[in-house]
């Protein structure tokens, strides 16, 4: 009882503390308040999800006020509670939204640590916040020297690792397939009929006929039939098929890749640098050639220029002449 009763204090501070002030408060708070979840009875859960509900309101009238990632990246890496990662991921990706690029780039190490490990939901969001900082790269020059790459990967522990590593570059491949819905065209009949007999919800036909059954009369029984098409009419119509997915992924490859907010990828420029800083990303970690080899091939045939350049100069440089040979009769394919 004496952490639920500290717990309500907390949150009428918390309610009594000016916007201006708010920024230090959390600072402590909210690492601290997220680790009470740790195996905390009913009431102490209560109140913390309590103040966690009244710093989203702030929150959502603040959006300049940053989070602590760090605190929170270490939160999540060492607790050992479910619940504690969940909600410590949540405040991690808000956070991060409110951060600049050089820092999102400052966590990638600790967010990718154990990466397998970690729940497929999660691998996904850790992932795209790794995508996110590594847009801090895309202006970096190169070439890097052995060294120079050494030292960068020595940054980034989680590349000793074969499986986080390739768990990485598998999603930086599919990352590099990607392109928006605006340019993606639109599905065809077959395509539109199977999504909609999929994922479109009609009318429970039990439930008519029981309305049928009880209703007062046959007039109501038809009224509620009507009702039931119409509503399966409008949901169909309110409810198109998504935009085909883009060659060689999936649509649980797009939502993997998009999140639930994919608004920022939507962004032609945004999305240009962040496929920027992974291609500079492998390069400058040395990663080995036959581990990018397909990754800078779909680098190569983006439709941005900036981007298929890059990927045509990686493959020159890392691939041509070393693990391809000569006779195969690999050639640079532009559309200029």
Known sequence: MADVEAL????TRLGLTEDEKLQGILEKLLPLVLGKLDNAPPPVQQQVL???????TRLQSLPTVPLPVDAL????SSSTSPLVRNFALVYIERGAERSSSEERLRLVPSLLANLTTRPAPQQATLLRLAVAGMEHLSNKTMPFTAQESEDFAAKYPFLSNIDDRQCLLDFILRFMLYNPASTRGSVSAVEAAQYRQNYVPVPDSDAE???NVEGDGAGEGAATTAINELMARATEEAAPPPAPA??????ADLIAIEGKNPEALYIPATLQARK????NFTA???????EVLATYLAAASDPTDPVQRRGDELLKKTLCGRCIPSSCGFRKQRND
Do not use: D, Q, T
């Open 284 to 290: 400058m970690a040395g990663i080995a050639p036959a």
């Open 276 to 279: 920027l800083g992974v291609l």
């Open 246 to 251: 883009p060659g060689g992924l999936s649509h």
């Open 73 to 76: 990246c270490s939160l999540y």
């Open 209 to 211: 006929e029981e309305e």
């Open 8 to 11: 309500k204090r907390v949150l």
């Open 50 to 56: 309590a103040i966690l509900s009244h710093v989203n």
